[in-house]
Structure formats: C-alpha cells, structure tokens
C-alpha cells in the first residue's frame, strides 16, 4: 500500500460549488499533515497545515479522520482560481509522503 | 517570494553532458531536500540533508551526485542522464523534523535529449 494515496480526479466543479476530497495514509502513528497548491507547471504551496482538530481557512477546511486514516479538504464557495492539484503530504518515519495529487477544475 | 531559489529555472542537456542545479534557501532551515516531480506522477523524494549532512538517499541513481557546502546551499550535480530523467526538480527547506512544514523552490524543469 502506498503511504499517501489520493484520487487523482478530475474534479470539475462550477463556479460558486463546494467541492471536497480525501487523502489516505498508511502510517498509523502519523500526527501531522499538510495540503499544498500546485499551479500547471509551478511548485507546490503549502495550503495549510492538519492537525488532530482539522484546520479552517477562510473558505477551506482540513480534517484529520485517525480511525479512518484519512485526511479531507473541502472548498466551499470555489473560485475560478481554486483550479489547480492538490497535494496532501504525510509523515513517513523522518520524511514527508506526497500523494500524486487531486485536480481541481472550477468553471465559470 | 524567494525564501527558497532555483537556478537554472529550464536545463536542456544532452545524455553526455555534465550539469548541476543550484538551491539556495534564504529561511534559516537547516533541512534541504531533492525531489524530483514527472508527469502524473507523486513527488518522489530523492535526497535529504540535514544541518549539511546527508540522511537519506531514496536509492538514487549515481548520475545524480548532491552536494550541501552549507545549510543554505544544496546542489545536484548531473552526468551521463537519461531521457527519463527529464522532469521537474524541485529543491525544497525545512526546520528539523523533516516533518515540518517544507517550503519548494520554483524547480528546474529539465529534458534530457
């Protein structure tokens, strides 16, 4: 099993949607996630950091599910410029897994 | 931004040339990394040095050589490359433990012809 798994997508939503997806983790013992922002052809950005109580940040939320071993991030009310992949990154041992990415397409 | 620089942003290599990446971090990190990004693919982790001492090498092909003068710089020395090593290479810091949160250069997008 991979150490972080996401859903690839598409996920093409209109303009003004919420859309939400999960990340998966293998480690068990995990405390501490990340969600980053990579823009067609740019770096990676970190989005926010995910902890044991999730995390809110103007239209996004983050939660952390222990027993599922799953981190969400939900995009309410989404903008043109919310299109882009997603990246969850979780702690194995001393380094940090990236999933592959989920894709984001907001349309008008 | 430029807490963390790549330079050069395009490298177009031929198999028998010999190149190097350049990272320089500007955050006062004392972790830097190599990851190497292709297409659909997820980031794969290639080299990480801690406080200039290297702790991990993610079974990297030899063609590829780091190198960390100090906890600024890092530097990925390529020779004899592959066409499938084309791709983006993202250097990337961090404060020890390699498990916070780790900020990403713009990357060098590299094609080896």
């Known amino acids: 099993r991979k150490e972080v798994e996401q859903d690839p997508g598409p996920f093409n939503v209109p303009e003004g949607a919420t859309v939400a997806f999960n990340c998966t983790y293998s480690n068990s013992a995990s405390q501490s996630f990340f969600w980053y922002r990579q823009d067609c052809r740019k770096e990676p950005k970190l989005l926010m950091s995910v902890y044991s109580s999730g995390n809110e940040d103007g239209r996004f939320t983050a939660q952390l599910n222990r027993a599922s071993q799953y981190i969400s991030l939900l995009i309410r009310d989404s903008k043109l410029s919310d299109s882009a992949t997603y990246l969850c990154?979780?702690?194995?041992?001393?380094?940090?897994?990236f999933g592959a990415g989920t894709t984001v397409t907001v349309r008008a | 931004e430029t807490g963390v620089t790549q330079t050069p942003r395009h490298l177009v290599m031929g198999m028998t040339n010999k190149k190097s990446l350049k990272c320089e971090q500007h955050l006062g990190h004392n972790a830097m990394y190599w990851y190497k990004q292709s297409a659909k693919k997820p980031l794969e982790l290639m080299f990480v040095?801690?406080?200039?001492?290297?702790?991990e090498n993610n079974s990297v092909p030899s063609r590829f050589s780091p190198e960390c003068p100090n906890s600024s710089h890092l530097f990925l020395h390529l020779h004899t490359l592959q066409p499938e090593d084309s791709a983006l290479y993202l250097c990337a810091s961090s404060h020890p433990p390699y498990v916070d949160t780790q900020y990403f250069g713009p990357g060098t997008r590299l094609t080896v012809l």
């Open positions: 040095y801690n406080f200039k001492e290297q702790t």
């Open positions: 990154g979780g702690p194995n041992d001393y380094k940090l897994s």
